[in-house]
C-alpha cells in the first residue's frame, strides 16, 4: 500500500505536502491559543475576536483571484507560492509583539495575505501534475500532510503553555521556526509544472474567459458559498470548548484531536472519491458538519466536546480535497489557477459576514443559536448540491 502511494502522487505533492505541515505547524500554534491571548492579555470582546477573523479572512481571500490568474497567465505557479509563504512567515513576530487588538489584525491580515497569495497557485500544482484518476487521493494526501502539522501544531502549544507558565509570547516566537523552513523547503524543493500549461495565456479575468469557466464550475462556487456563509471561524469552537468546562491550558488540544481525524481521513477520502465519486462523499461531509454544528449548540459536557472535534474533523476530510478534486475535474488545465482562486474567492468573503453573525448571534441570543444558524446553512448548501450535481449524474 505505501508503495502504491509513492508511485502514484508525484514528487511535487509530497514536497507541497510537507510544506505545509510545516506551515501549519507554525500558524497552529499561534491560532490555537491566539482567541484567549486577544480576550486575556489584550482585553478584546468576542465580537472584536469575531471582526478581526471576519476581515482578515475576507479582504485577504481577494488575492486568491488574481494570484490564481496570473499563475494561469504567465505559465508560472511556483513563484507565487513561494512569495505567499514567505508573506506569512515574515508578520509571525508581530503576534509575539502585540500590544492591542489592532496589531493582531495586522498580523492577521498579513498572514491571510500570504494565504491569499500562495493557495490558487499550490491548489493548480496538485492538478497540473497529477492525472485525474489519481487526482482525488492526491489532494487528500496533501490535505493529510498538512492536517499533522495543523494537530501537532496545538499540541506544542500546549506544550509550551504548560511548562511557559501561560506564555503566550514564547510560543508566537516559538512558530517562526518552522515557518522558516516551509518556505526553504518549497524553494528548493517544487519543480515548476511547465509541461500543464503554456508560457502564457489569455488574460484570465476577462468576461468572456470567466464565463468559459462554465456553468457547473459556476454552480459549484455557489454552494461552497452557501454552505461557508455558516461556516464561521473555529475561534467560537474554541470558546464554546472553554464555556463548557474545558481549561483554558486543555483548550488547544481540541484542536489536536480535530486535526488528528481530518489527517487520517483525508487520503482515504481522496482515494475512495477517485473510485466511486465525489458528489456522496461531499454531501456526507456537508451532512457531518450539520449534524457536528448542533452537537455544539446543545452540548453540555466537556467529553461531548471531544468527540464533537473529532467529527468536525472528519467533515473535514470528507470535504476538503473531495472540493478541490470536483473543481480540478470541471476545468481546463490552462484555467485551474483561476477556477481555484474564485472558489478560495467565494469562501473567503462569505467568512466575514459568518463571523460577524456568529459573534453578534453569541452575544444578543445566545452561544446555541450561533450553531444552530451554522448548521441551517449546511443544510441549504447539501440540497442546493443534490439539486444541481444529482441531475448531472
Avoid: C
Amino acid at each position: 500500500m505505501t508503495r502504491k502511494i509513492f508511485n502514484t502522487i508525484p514528487r511535487n505533492v509530497w514536497i507541497l505536502g510537507f510544506v505545509s505541515l510545516l506551515t501549519d505547524i507554525s500558524s497552529e500554534m499561534i491560532h490555537s491559543v491566539l482567541p484567549n491571548f486577544l480576550v486575556s492579555t489584550l482585553g478584546a470582546s468576542l465580537q472584536t475576536v469575531g471582526w478581526i477573523e471576519g476581515i482578515a479572512e475576507s479582504t485577504a481571500s481577494v488575492l486568491k483571484v488574481f494570484s490564481g490568474a496570473l499563475s494561469d497567465y504567465l505559465g508560472q505557479r511556483k513563484g507565487l507560492a513561494v512569495a505567499g509563504y514567505g508573506l506569512s512567515t515574515l508578520v509571525k513576530p508581530l503576534f509575539a509583539l502585540a500590544t492591542s487588538p489592532m496589531w493582531v489584525l495586522i498580523a492577521r491580515f498579513g498572514d491571510r495575505v500570504g494565504k491569499g497569495i500562495r493557495v490558487a497557485p499550490r491548489d493548480a500544482i496538485v492538478a497540473d501534475v497529477t492525472d485525474a484518476a489519481n487526482r482525488g487521493a492526491a489532494y487528500g494526501l496533501r490535505q493529510s500532510l498538512d492536517t499533522i502539522g495543523a494537530f501537532t501544531g496545538p499540541l506544542a502549544a500546549f506544550i509550551l503553555m504548560y511548562f511557559s507558565g501561560q506564555n503566550f509570547r514564547l510560543v508566537f516566537w516559538l512558530a517562526l521556526l518552522p515557518g522558516i523552513l516551509a518556505v526553504a523547503l518549497l524553494a528548493t524543493g517544487v519543480r515548476e509544472p511547465r509541461n500543464k500549461i503554456s508560457s502564457r495565456q489569455n488574460n484570465p479575468l476577462q468576461w468572456s474567459e470567466i464565463l468559459s469557466l462554465g456553468k457547473s464550475y459556476w454552480m459549484l462556487v455557489a454552494i461552497a458559498l452557501l454552505f461557508n456563509l455558516g461556516n464561521s471561524s473555529d475561534a467560537f469552537l474554541l470558546l464554546q470548548a472553554q464555556q463548557t468546562g474545558i481549561s483554558p491550558t486543555l483548550v488547544p488540544l481540541t484542536l489536536f484531536v480535530m486535526n488528528v481525524a481530518y489527517s487520517l481521513s483525508a487520503y482515504p477520502v481522496g482515494l475512495l472519491s477517485d473510485r466511486i465519486g465525489r458528489l456522496g462523499l461531499l454531501v456526507g461531509g456537508f451532512l457531518i458538519y450539520a449534524l457536528t454544528y448542533l452537537g455544539f449548540a446543545f452540548v453540555t459536557a466537556p467529553w461531548q466536546v471531544w468527540g464533537l472535534f473529532a467529527l468536525y474533523g472528519l467533515h473535514q476530510g470528507m470535504s476538503q480535497g473531495v472540493l478541490l478534486a470536483l473543481v480540478a475535474d470541471k476545468v481546463p488545465s490552462n484555467k485551474r489557477g483561476t477556477a481555484f482562486g474564485f472558489i478560495n474567492l467565494a469562501i473567503g468573503v462569505a467568512l466575514l459576514p459568518a463571523s460577524l453573525l456568529a459573534g453578534s448571534l453569541w452575544v444578543l441570543i445566545s452561544p446555541k443559536t450561533t450553531f444552530i444558524v451554522g448548521s441551517i446553512f449546511a443544510v441549504s448548501a447539501i440540497v442546493l448540491l443534490l439539486a444541481v450535481e444529482g441531475r448531472r449524474n
